[in-house]
């Protein structure tokens, strides 16, 4: 018998691994930022008729779902983030019927559609601030207002407390008109609800009422652990927030992380309404039938409570909570043990009946691609696709599309823009927005006119979708394989055996018992390593490579002796025992 090290191998059991028959199990997802994805009527701005254009090439890639960045109406200070009327689509985005005839073929071509709900705040645009800010009775305590207080040595007004916005400065903006504060924890013109409001609480749930009603699959739910705020009942001020003291790592009192955030996230209101909203979507599906409906939820919040996030036991929250502890944890810098121990971490803290999720892109950070090396584009999708769980990507990521460096005069974002020429580009969220690359043609192919709102990337011409399906080996490629494979019982069911074997290796096998057993390797490091595979997993002498990157030695279907693997340098591969 092989000596088998079986002590340092981390076997991870099957419960929580995607053993059920929802359409969303093991589920592969894709997040379009509309804006940027394809411009169908030539205003340089992407569209819902391009993202309905696009739906069979998602299908054709193999992906279960896709979440739409906010498509609702917005004067667009954050890109649609902040929502003018939840009930209307963007006009540069389409009409009522362009979202109808989307979610038509969307049905046809098998794709489920989920948007995104920002409940946090609206935009100062919207017809319920105005009313709010003219004390309109019904919509008078629908945004949070405060007299601020007196400074005892100046005398002159000032803001109720210290609270500083996630986009820089005081999160209190004075209204002439009202002649109060108002809070907003981003943006100044995204004035945040009053959840403390039933009436607010009702109108959000109505809100997700309409998008079911006109048959989305689910909700990726926006700024989640700022919804809540202190209740004021409890004081006679709005307390301020306590110091961080950090003079290294925050030494500006006009950051976000000069103060630390007790009264303004993570109450404990805020996972009750998030079981509220599941309640909802679930009851929805009872009552009017079809698939069940699925929630994902931003909060990058700590780990503990990110896991409640899915649940308290009793009551059910997120189907997908997006583990942001992989995504804030890993870097370029990790090694093969901080991948193995954040991912452990995940699968064993997890509550039963429910997946594992894996997203290391969005729209909100840099890509994946030029944070972890163009080099390792294969090697992170061959990780994300095949984890036990979900897996979500963010557009772009499957053909390694990388930062696109925007100069301050073009910047947009508004972080960004609330910084000045030195420090904007650390806080820019503009270089991973920028069109996507669909083919060589004048820029990009996505759109026909003669600009785009985001410059486009400079390497398009080498560089996109088009090229890659085209050619016998590129990331798309692979990455398709990879969501083939991924529909394997041993990937959809199988139990998870993982270990670092150094600081660059990690190796793990999926199989469920009587399936295929699949190896995966991958070397995060800069030089090649010779591994005897058969130490750790019962492979034979031979076995197939299905797929590696592009910079392995190895082909897709060659047959390799598993005793003297050689991972190359940032290369993963995923092989399968021959029998
Ligand atoms: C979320 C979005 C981000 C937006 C913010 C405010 O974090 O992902 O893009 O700026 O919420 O809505
Ligand atoms: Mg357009
Ligand atoms: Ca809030």
Same mark, same amino acid.
């Given at each position: 018998?092989?000596?088998?090290?079986?002590?340092?191998?981390?076997?991870?059991?099957?419960?929580?691994?995607?053993?059920?028959?929802?359409?969303?199990?093991?589920?592969?997802?894709?997040?379009?930022?509309?804006?940027?994805?394809?411009?169908?009527?030539?205003?340089?701005?992407?569209?819902?008729?391009?993202?309905?254009?696009?739906?069979?090439?998602?299908?054709?890639?193999?992906?279960?779902?896709?979440?739409?960045?906010?498509?609702?109406?917005?004067?667009?200070?954050?890109?649609?983030?902040?929502?003018?009327?939840?009930?209307?689509?963007?006009?540069?985005?389409?009409?009522?019927?362009?979202?109808?005839?989307?979610?038509?073929?969307?049905?046809?071509?098998?794709?489920?559609?989920?948007?995104?709900?920002?409940?946090?705040?609206?935009?100062?645009?919207?017809?319920?601030?105005?009313?709010?800010?003219?004390?309109?009775?019904?919509?008078?305590?629908?945004?949070?207002?405060?007299?601020?207080?007196?400074?005892?040595?100046?005398?002159?007004?000032?803001?109720?407390?210290?609270?500083?916005?996630?986009?820089?400065?005081?999160?209190?903006?004075?209204?002439?008109?009202?002649?109060?504060?108002?809070?907003?924890?981003?943006?100044?013109?995204?004035?945040?609800?009053?959840?403390?409001?039933?009436?607010?609480?009702?109108?959000?749930?109505?809100?997700?009422?309409?998008?079911?009603?006109?048959?989305?699959?689910?909700?990726?739910?926006?700024?989640?652990?700022?919804?809540?705020?202190?209740?004021?009942?409890?004081?006679?001020?709005?307390?301020?927030?306590?110091?961080?003291?950090?003079?290294?790592?925050?030494?500006?009192?006009?950051?976000?992380?000069?103060?630390?955030?007790?009264?303004?996230?993570?109450?404990?209101?805020?996972?009750?309404?998030?079981?509220?909203?599941?309640?909802?979507?679930?009851?929805?599906?009872?009552?009017?039938?079809?698939?069940?409906?699925?929630?994902?939820?931003?909060?990058?919040?700590?780990?503990?409570?990110?896991?409640?996030?899915?649940?308290?036991?009793?009551?059910?929250?997120?189907?997908?909570?997006?583990?942001?502890?992989?995504?804030?944890?890993?870097?370029?810098?990790?090694?093969?043990?901080?991948?193995?121990?954040?991912?452990?971490?995940?699968?064993?803290?997890?509550?039963?009946?429910?997946?594992?999720?894996?997203?290391?892109?969005?729209?909100?950070?840099?890509?994946?691609?030029?944070?972890?090396?163009?080099?390792?584009?294969?090697?992170?999708?061959?990780?994300?696709?095949?984890?036990?769980?979900?897996?979500?990507?963010?557009?772009?990521?499957?053909?390694?599309?990388?930062?696109?460096?925007?100069?301050?005069?073009?910047?947009?974002?508004?972080?960004?823009?609330?910084?000045?020429?030195?420090?904007?580009?650390?806080?820019?969220?503009?270089?991973?927005?920028?069109?996507?690359?669909?083919?060589?043609?004048?820029?990009?192919?996505?759109?026909?006119?003669?600009?785009?709102?985001?410059?486009?990337?400079?390497?398009?011409?080498?560089?996109?979708?088009?090229?890659?399906?085209?050619?016998?080996?590129?990331? &798309?490629?692979?990455?398709? /394989?990879?969501?083939? %494979?991924? @529909?394997?019982? =041993?990937?959809?069911?199988? +139990?998870?055996? *993982?270990?670092?074997?150094?600081?660059?290796?990690?190796?793990?096998?999926?199989?469920?018992?009587?399936?295929?057993?699949?190896?995966?390797?991958?070397? &995060?490091?800069?030089?090649? /390593?010779?591994?005897? %595979?058969? @130490?750790?997993? =019962?492979?034979?002498?031979? +076995?197939?490579? *299905?797929?590696?990157?592009?910079?392995?030695?190895?082909?897709?279907?060659?047959?390799?002796?598993?005793?003297?693997?050689?991972?190359?340098?940032?290369?993963?591969?995923?092989?399968?025992?021959?029998?």
């Amino acid at each position: 018998m092989r000596p088998h090290t079986v002590v340092a191998l981390v076997v991870i059991s099957l419960i929580g691994l995607g053993q059920g028959s929802e359409w969303y199990d093991s589920g592969n997802y894709y997040q379009i930022y509309p804006r940027s994805f394809r411009d169908s009527d030539g205003d340089g701005i992407g569209d819902l008729n391009g993202v309905t254009e696009k739906l069979q090439y998602l299908k054709d890639i193999g992906f279960t779902a896709t979440w739409l960045s906010p498509i609702f109406k917005s004067p667009m200070v954050d890109f649609g983030y902040d929502i003018a009327d939840f009930y209307t689509i963007h006009p540069e985005y389409g009409t009522m019927e362009d979202f109808e005839r989307l979610i038509a073929k969307a049905k046809e071509v098998g794709i489920k559609i989920i948007l995104d709900f920002v409940p946090n705040h609206t935009s100062d645009q919207s017809e319920w601030f105005t009313k709010s800010v003219d004390s309109d009775p019904d919509y008078k305590d629908f945004y949070i207002w405060h007299d601020g207080k007196i400074n005892e040595e100046t005398g002159e007004r000032e803001p109720p407390s210290n609270w500083i916005s996630e986009f820089r400065y005081s999160a209190w903006q004075w209204n002439d008109v009202r002649e109060q504060y108002y809070l907003h924890q981003f943006e100044y013109r995204q004035p945040d609800l009053n959840y403390r409001n039933p009436a607010v609480v009702n109108e959000m749930k109505n809100v997700i009422r309409f998008w079911l009603a006109k048959g989305v699959s689910g909700f990726r739910i926006d700024a989640i652990p700022y919804l809540f705020e202190v209740d004021l009942d409890r004081y006679n001020q709005y307390p301020d927030e306590p110091l961080t003291n950090d003079t290294e790592a925050c030494p500006d009192p006009d950051d976000h992380c000069y103060t630390q955030h007790i009264y303004t996230q993570d109450q404990p209101e805020t996972l009750d309404m998030v079981y509220q909203w599941r309640t909802l979507v679930d009851e929805f599906q009872e009552e009017y039938g079809g698939d069940k409906r699925l929630l994902m939820t931003e909060a990058y919040t700590s780990f503990d409570n990110m896991i409640k996030y899915y649940g308290d036991g009793v009551r059910n929250g997120s189907h997908i909570p997006f583990n942001f502890d992989f995504l804030s944890n890993i870097n370029n810098a990790s090694k093969a043990g901080d991948y193995v121990e954040h991912i452990e971490k995940w699968i064993n803290s997890m509550p039963e009946g429910v997946y594992a999720n894996w997203v290391l892109g969005n729209h909100d950070n840099k890509r994946v691609a030029s944070r972890f090396g163009v080099q390792r584009t294969d090697l992170i999708n061959i990780l994300l696709q095949t984890l036990p769980g979900h897996a979500v990507t963010y557009n772009g990521e499957e053909l390694g599309m990388t930062d696109v460096w925007i100069s301050w005069e073009d910047t947009v974002d508004p972080p960004a823009c609330n910084t000045d020429p030195d420090s904007y580009y650390d806080r820019s969220r503009d270089p991973a927005r920028t069109p996507y690359q669909w083919d060589a043609s004048s820029l990009t192919g996505f759109t026909s006119a003669d600009h785009t709102w985001l410059p486009v990337a400079e390497d398009y011409k080498t560089n996109n979708a088009l090229q890659q399906l085209r050619a016998p080996r590129s990331h &798309l490629q692979i990455f398709k /394989k990879l969501v083939r %494979l991924r @529909k394997e019982t =041993s990937f959809r069911q199988g +139990a998870l055996s *993982i270990q670092a074997l150094d600081d660059d290796v990690i190796i793990y096998s999926r199989q469920k018992e009587g399936s295929d057993l699949y190896v995966v390797v991958l070397n &995060l490091g800069d030089s090649s /390593k010779t591994i005897d %595979l058969t @130490k750790y997993y =019962s492979l034979g002498s031979e +076995a197939e490579i *299905i797929t590696t990157s592009l910079n392995s030695q190895y082909i897709d279907g060659e047959i390799i002796n598993p005793s003297s693997f050689i991972a190359n340098a940032y290369v993963g591969t995923v092989l399968v025992a021959v029998n």
